[in-house]
């Protein structure tokens, strides 16, 4: 054991350091190893989706912030100068808080992940769970800014100098505070219409907006705008308190189910019945019917034609959209094929010329 020792003190300092330096950094890369070994193994076992999240989501920063911790408790046996003692461990710090504010932010994730796995909003009655989105990921995005000005803010009173330095602005606070809330009077609306649209959710991820005159659906909410999908794969980008300034339709506000309306021009002489039950037909056919709504009536006359509104129900404004198409497309094949004098059509009387009489010239 003294030998040991001995060999220990006499090893020059910069590979003294170098030994426990990479020591430390070897041990944190085995520990996080280990862990993702232990959480792997678990998940394969029990199919339990958080050991694969946890896996997921925290491998990269425990790269950072293990290695990081064990550096941090050998700091003190390293034989280093004390200036140079004491910017290494100032460093080493300012860099654990950023480690450990990237595990906090990836496990913001992790509970977004977990969530979004007990509400699937792939499934066909998603309202609560597009509920439960819109809020957990304004949540998401204002928890992890709050982490990042934190983990500034910890940083910077770290170092005695700019403590004092903000001690000596204390006085020009009020002021300065004054002018920022005038200049960024805009984007705190936009922040606080953030906070009223994530709880009270006049809109959510995926309802179906018409704004603007273009119809789409809400693809992002962030902290200060709305990213709306046009059903052309444009991206309509709003202000988030647009939302709340302005008035615009949601089929999708309490259910995603929507009716679907398609309207003929046909001549007076059209066998409405049977037009009813061409309808019937071709709803029965057809997948994207759920069999609710089933409607055909002659809703208004014009001039030469009458107007006739068939009446459909769907799952969601998409297969509503779809349907309408399919039924339009149909019934006029169907006139056309079996009634094709009900088409719409112009009539015109000529009457006969008057009778000559008389003895010709």
Known sequence: MNSILSFIENLPDFIWNAILISGAILTGLLARAIIRSF???????????????????????????????????????????????????????????????????????????????????????????????????????????????LTIAAILLSFDNLRKLGTGLLGGVAIGATIVGFAAQQSLGNLLAGFQIAFTQPIRIDDVLVVEGEWGRVEEITLTYVVLRIWDQRRLILPISYFINNP????????????????????????????????????????????????????????????????????????????????????????????????PRTRAEIDAPPAVTGKPA
């Open 39 to 149: 959480l792997r193994f678990n998940y394969r076992k029990t199919k339990f989706y958080l050991f694969n999240e946890v896996s997921t989501h925290l491998h990269a920063p425990a790269g950072y912030f293990l290695p990081l911790v064990m550096l941090n408790i050998v700091l003190p046996a390293l034989r280093l100068q004390k200036p140079v003692a004491h910017n290494l461990d100032r460093i080493t710090e300012i860099c654990l808080t950023i480690a450990f504010a990237a595990m906090l932010i990836r496990t913001v994730r992790i509970f977004q992940a977990v969530i979004l796995h007990i509400y699937d909003i792939n499934q066909a009655n998603n309202l609560k769970a597009r509920r439960i989105m819109t809020q957990l990921q304004y949540v998401r995005q204002l928890a992890v800014a709050i982490i990042v000005i």
């Open 248 to 343: 615009f339709q949601n089929w999708t506000r309490k259910t995603s189910e929507i009716l679907g309306t398609v309207f003929l021009y046909l001549d007076y002489s059209v066998p409405v019945e049977e037009l009813r039950a061409e309808l019937t037909r071709l709803l029965q056919s057809s997948s994207l019917w759920d069999g609710k709504v089933n409607v055909l009536q002659v809703t208004d006359t014009k001039e030469r034609t009458i107007e006739i509104r068939a009446l459909m129900s769907s799952r969601n404004s998409g297969e509503a959209f779809d349907l309408r198409c399919y039924v339009r497309e149909n019934l006029i094949k169907f006139v056309e094929k079996n009634y094709p004098g009900s088409l």
